[in-house]
């Protein structure tokens, strides 16, 4: 007689409790339960959903009760996978619910099998549609924008994609589809995005020595199948991405798969066609804007191993690809790689470095301006360092810096545009040219202040100075959206009339001066107003790659990667603002946000030149960045932050507490204050209590408190513990490594 042993499972429940729980295994489940399947389980009689961890042989615990129900026929998490949630877990002091739920987002964990979505099609014929819609245009013109929508799409679009659009909304559709104009079709389709369109094949090219150096010490590494991070430290448009796609090409050519992160928004069309058109394989896109019926199917196609790139921002580093050999980091510094709003607040780039590390794969970080973290990790052998230090499409571009100062005395106080650079941007113009402005303020001015009392306006509900929009005529709040109508005539502070003025000029004004100064010039503006709708992004820049226009105006989103060969000039505006902020990263952000955005310039077989207008015209910051010279800035920067001891030459922990109440959360702020440093571990210091940089956030007060020490992993279970007490009342988030303390 054979004996059955029974087997337990430890399951994540999706909600609520944060450790995880026993169950048994029922004997018919046995042979198809497995750590990373999701379960029914009850709790309290009542059925839960969760995720088993682990499979056990023992319990510590009596009367274990039995699984109901295994969902799906596979184990949506692998090994691996779920060895990343655990680390992740404990380094990020995370509860494991919530990692789960960022390796496995709820959309996936859903049990959808028929993929069919809704369709709007015309049901009456073209010419008929044309002379419908001209009738309909001034009685109804949401309808009619509606069906100009369809004419332009013959074969109708998904319901999804056509209420994405501007001003498009569900009731017209309706009352289109009512009148018999219109019809609503099922489809059954795969929502994979980008799945039929084509691309014209690139072969690889010719490599430069230090690239093909590079290289082969990258693919030796894939080769041996042993973990190693490689750094790719290379100026602006030395040529990393044929890198990357020559170490892609060989992870392939191995049966591998690849994960390359991007910046959210590099994740553009042109990082997409390059990809394309040199692998004819299947290459998926992750990204924020992703439909939920899109993230579904992308989701399961990699778990299937049907897909063997996929491109995407953070969250991609996640993706469940079943024989990963290859991940690559672009643009590593970029700090859109850390989640700082919600927990677990992960870094992507070591997320990344972490799962290369389990899986055996090859890590690759790539950047003109590396963090610190990394450059020292580079310089102390953890990571193998290459350098590319020559343009192969051309020489670096020329850099002048003008004194903003000298300018405010010439031209009474308003000078937003120098005249060295708009003498440039005429000759740019003239010969035909392109030119980037790079401005990291958008909006007509930035705030509104008092003349008497220095105060500028602020939200009602948040520590922010509110933003002129001129287009729009509205004072807006950046964070939570709450705006004010002008003119404001008397100080809501001092109480004093006409003593208001605008401050801080923004892109919109850029463009409209441009306009004013060269009437006929074509503009582009890029910046958080210009780009809320899904495809907006790639719009703009097909639009300027295509010579639509002369002048791209942006904030940092133009700054990151791009490639436009037939731009030759960039001008950098306000360049110093960022060295205002009291960070210790303040310094690192502004050196690498000129040298990224000066790349922009020269990249085709023309020379570029680059103007940074500044007010702080000595300071060793902006000259290091002009002159491209990382290594001097490196140093300088690692010198002082040794010295106040930051990283990386220690860690970094941010507790932040927020509530309604400021006295609750500073009281409760207190207590655990006190508990923390009773229980701190040798090594560790902490800091005291202080508002945080923006004090107040859509109504709540926040506090924070630093901690510094080495061993992350020593104080993570003490975080976690103390953090189990928290009232109801008061939101408490532990970001590990944060990007910055303010
Ligand atoms: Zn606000
Ligand atoms: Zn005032």
């Known amino acids: ?184 079709a099922l489809l059954t389709v795969d929502r994979t995005p980008l799945h039929d369109e084509e691309y014209i094949p690139t072969k690889p090219k010719v490599l430069n020595e230090e690239q093909a150096v590079a290289l082969n010490s990258i693919r030796e590494s894939i080769d041996s199948n042993i973990f190693k991070t490689h750094l790719l430290h290379g100026i602006t448009g030395s040529g990393k991405t044929e890198v990357y796609m020559q170490a892609i090409d060989h992870t392939l050519s191995l049966g591998k798969q690849v994960i390359l992160l991007v910046p959210e928004i590099a994740l553009t ?75 677990p607040c992960y870094h992507a780039r070591d997320v990344a470095v972490v799962r290369g590390k389990l899986t055996n794969a090859t890590v690759i970080l790539g950047s003109a301006t590396p963090s610190l973290e990394t450059y020292v990790n580079a310089k102390n052998g953890k990571y193998i360092l290459h350098e590319l230090n020559t343009r192969p499409s051309g020489e670096k571009p020329t850099v002048h810096i003008v004194n903003m100062r000298d300018e405010m005395d010439k031209k009474k106080g308003g000078a937003l545009l120098s005249d060295v650079l708009l003498d440039k941007i005429k000759k740019n113009y003239d010969a035909g040219s392109q030119t980037i402005l790079f401005l990291n ?88 107003d210009t780009t809320k709708h899904k495809g907006s992004h790639d719009r703009i820049f097909g639009e300027f790659r295509t010579g639509k226009a002369d002048i791209l105006i942006g904030t940092q989103m133009i700054a990151k990667g791009l490639h436009f060969p037939s731009v030759t000039l960039v001008g950098v505006l306000g360049a110093d603002s960022g060295l205002h902020i009291p960070d210790f990263r303040a310094n690192e952000h502004v050196f690498s946000l000129i040298t990224q955005v000066a790349g922009r310039s020269g990249r085709g077989h023309m020379p570029g030149e680059v103007v940074i207008q500044s007010f702080l015209f000595d300071h060793p910051i902006i000259k290091l960045a002009a002159s491209d010279d990382y290594k001097t800035f490196a140093e300088a920067e690692l010198i002082e932050r040794k010295e106040f001891d930051y990283p990386p030459f220690t860690r970094l922990v941010k507790i932040i507490f927020s509530g309604n109440n400021p006295l609750h959360i500073l009281s409760y702020a207190e207590n655990f204050y006190k508990a923390l440093k009773k229980a701190l571990p040798q090594g560790f210091t902490l800091h005291t209590i202080i508002p945080c940089g923006k004090a107040k956030i859509k109504d709540k007060h926040r506090f924070q408190c630093l901690i510094k020490g080495n061993n992350i992993l020593k104080i993570t279970p003490i975080l976690r513990s103390l953090t189990l007490k928290k009232p109801k009342s008061i939101h408490l988030l532990i970001d590990v490594d944060p990007t910055s303390t303010f």
């Not at 008397?490 to 892109?507: A, E, V």
Request: aromatic share 6%; glycine share 4%; charged share 25%.
């Open 269 to 343: 069309r042109q990082t997409i066609e390059r990809l394309k058109s040199r692998f004819q394989r299947q290459i998926a896109v992750i990204h924020y804007r992703l439909s939920d019926g899109e993230r579904f199917d992308t989701w399961h196609h990699l778990r299937k191993g049907e897909i063997q790139i996929v491109i995407g921002a953070r969250s991609a580093v996640f993706s469940p690809l079943p024989n990963l050999g290859l991940i690559i980091v672009d643009e590593e510094h970029e700090s859109s790689y850390k989640q700082y709003e919600d927990s």
């Open 1 to 184: 007689m054979i004996v059955k042993m029974t087997l337990f499972a430890k399951v994540v429940l999706d909600q609520a409790i944060d450790r995880p729980l026993d169950y048994a295994i029922p004997l018919h489940l046995q042979k198809t339960a497995k750590a990373g399947h999701r379960v029914v389980v009850p709790v309290r009689e009542k059925p839960r959903k969760g995720t088993i961890i682990s499979i056990e042989t023992t319990s510590l615990f009596t009367n274990v009760k039995e699984i109901s129900e295994i969902l799906h026929d596979q184990n949506l998490l692998t090994p691996d996978l779920l060895e990343l949630a655990d680390w992740i877990s404990r380094y990020y002091a995370a509860p494991m619910s919530k990692v789960l739920l960022t390796l496995l987002p709820s959309i996936v964990r859903k049990e959808m099998s028929e993929k069919q979505q809704i369709v709007i099609q015309k049901a009456i014929s073209g010419p008929k549609l044309i002379e419908f819609t001209d009738q309909i245009r001034i009685k109804f013109p949401k309808q009619a924008a509606v069906l100009d929508v369809i004419l332009r799409n013959p074969k109708g679009l998904f319901l999804s994609e056509l209420l994405e659009l501007d001003g498009i909304t569900q009731s017209p559709i309706d009352s289109l589809i009512k009148k018999g104009i219109l019809e609503k």
């Open 441 to 528: 303020r958008r909006g007509y001015y930035s705030c509104q202040i008092c003349k008497e009392c220095q105060k500028a306006i602020s939200c009602k509900h948040c520590d922010m100075s509110l933003t002129f929009h001129r287009g729009l005529n509205i004072l807006s709040c950046h964070i939570c959206g709450f705006t004010l109508k002008p003119p404001i005539e008397i100080c809501p502070s001092c109480h004093k009339p006409d003593t208001m003025k605008y401050q801080g000029p923004g892109t919109e004004q850029v463009e409209r001066s441009l306009h004013a100064i060269f009437p006929g010039i074509r503009t582009l503006r890029m910046d958080r």
